[in-house]
């Protein structure tokens, strides 16, 4: 059986912030279980916002039309058994780099209708190609209530989004960390990330 594929999504500009310790742990955690783990650090990516032009929606088969780093990751995200979010939280949700990110991932999905078999009727159809993949999502934010920092906005928006396309959502580690890798001193938010990488890997369709 080839190795699961895991693809985490860096979301800080920190490129030792806290979330990225976290999803660094993560990866740890999948490799520890045989997965083959690719880092996007979106940051460093060319990755504009959806300018919602609808083409990838015209049909089955259509990708964004947008060039930049995104057309590249369509494929890999496509092969990947499961995706990791980690993001800080900014202004009471995820950063504005996995937003922009996730807004692009509209391109994975097509809400339209198709002829029917006979070409007489049409059917409603949502296809997602992130359907049955497996999710999970590590956030750090500097309040210590995840209710007053907004955490639960993002943790509330990432269910959202797995009940919508149809992948199961494995697991979520979130805490409170301020200055960048401070979260390393948490043990115990540490060993849940690297746990939370095994289990993606283990449960990887
Ligand atoms: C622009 C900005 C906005 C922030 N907004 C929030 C917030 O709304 N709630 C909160 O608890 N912390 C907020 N923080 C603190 C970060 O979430 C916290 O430092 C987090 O650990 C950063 O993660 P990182 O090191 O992975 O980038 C904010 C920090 C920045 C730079």
């Known amino acids: 059986m080839s190795s699961r594929k895991i693809i985490i ?59 930049d780093a995104m057309k590249d990751v369509y494929s890999r995200l496509r092969a990947a058994d ?3 979010y980690a993001s800080p939280i900014y202004w009471f949700t995820v950063s504005g780099q996995m937003k922009l990110f996730m807004d692009r991932c509209y391109a994975l999905t097509f809400l339209g209708t198709l ?18 993949k497996k999710f999970g999502v590590v956030l750090s934010y500097g309040d210590i209530d995840p209710y007053v920092s907004g955490a ?21 580690v979130y805490g409170s960390a301020v200055a960048p890798g401070e979260v390393a001193e948490n043990n115990a938010l540490m060993s849940q990330a690297y746990d939370l990488g095994k289990a993606l890997a283990a449960d990887a369709r």
């Open 9 to 67: 999504v860096e979301g800080s500009p920190r490129p030792s912030g806290n979330s990225t310790l976290l999803a660094r742990a993560v990866a740890s955690g999948a490799r520890s279980a045989g997965a083959e783990v690719e880092t996007l650090q979106l940051h460093k990516m060319d990755i504009r916002p959806c300018n919602a032009c609808d083409a990838c929606q015209e049909s089955l088969e259509k990708d964004c039309i947008i060039d």
């Open 82 to 84: 499961a995706i990791l």
């Open 115 to 132: 002829p029917g078999i006979d070409g007489s009727e049409t059917v409603e159809v949502l296809h997602t190609d992130l359907g049955g």
């Open 152 to 172: 639960v906005n993002a943790i509330r928006t990432f269910q959202d989004m797995a009940r919508f396309v149809g992948s199961e959502m494995t697991g979520l």
